[in-house]
Every structure is written in structure tokens, then in C-alpha cells.
């Protein structure tokens, strides 16, 4: 069993107009870190997800999931 975590971080920050490198510096990681994350190829800690989560003002769960998120507009 993979142990993929799916998010929203992409999503949030264009909605936001925050940059990867705005994002990355209020969490204090490295920007190409977003973007790993961004893309799936890494799973945040449990501290890193409840502060991205509270960075956008969301529970956790709008930003990660261990399912697949539904794509927007389907129905």
C-alpha cells in the first residue's frame, strides 16, 4: 500500500496569489520544497501540515487528503 498524501497547496495558493517563495518563507522551508510537495514527491510532517493549513486559515483535511481530491467542477 503506497502512502501517497494528496493536497490542495497549489489550489490555495493561486486563489491566494501567494507565491511558492511567499509560502516558503512564512513556513521557514526552502521554496523548491512547495513544489515538491506541491507535486506529491513529499509527504509533510504532521507540524508542516497543520502549519500550511494554518497559514491558509483551513482545517487540515481542505489541504490534504489520503484520497484524491474531486476535480473542481465535477459533480
Same mark, same amino acid.
Given at each position: 500500500?503506497?502512502? #501517497?498524501?494528496?493536497? /490542495?497547496?497549489?489550489? +490555495?495558493? $493561486?486563489?491566494?496569489? #501567494?507565491? /511558492?517563495?511567499? +509560502?516558503?518563507?512564512? +513556513?521557514?522551508?526552502?521554496?523548491? =520544497? #512547495?513544489?515538491?510537495?506541491? /507535486? ?7 507540524? +508542516? $501540515?497543520?502549519?500550511? $493549513? ?11 487528503? =489520503? ?9
Amino acid at each position: 500500500m503506497s502512502e #501517497v498524501v494528496y493536497n /490542495r497547496i497549489a489550489m +490555495l495558493r $493561486a486563489e491566494r496569489g #501567494v507565491s /511558492r517563495r511567499q +509560502l516558503s518563507e512564512a +513556513l521557514g522551508i526552502h521554496y523548491q =520544497t #512547495v513544489g515538491y510537495l506541491e /507535486r506529491g514527491e513529499y509527504s509533510p510532517s504532521l507540524y +508542516l $501540515a497543520l502549519r500550511i $493549513a494554518e497559514y491558509f486559515d483551513v482545517p487540515m483535511e481542505v489541504v490534504f487528503s =489520503t484520497k484524491p481530491f474531486p476535480r473542481l467542477g465535477s459533480t
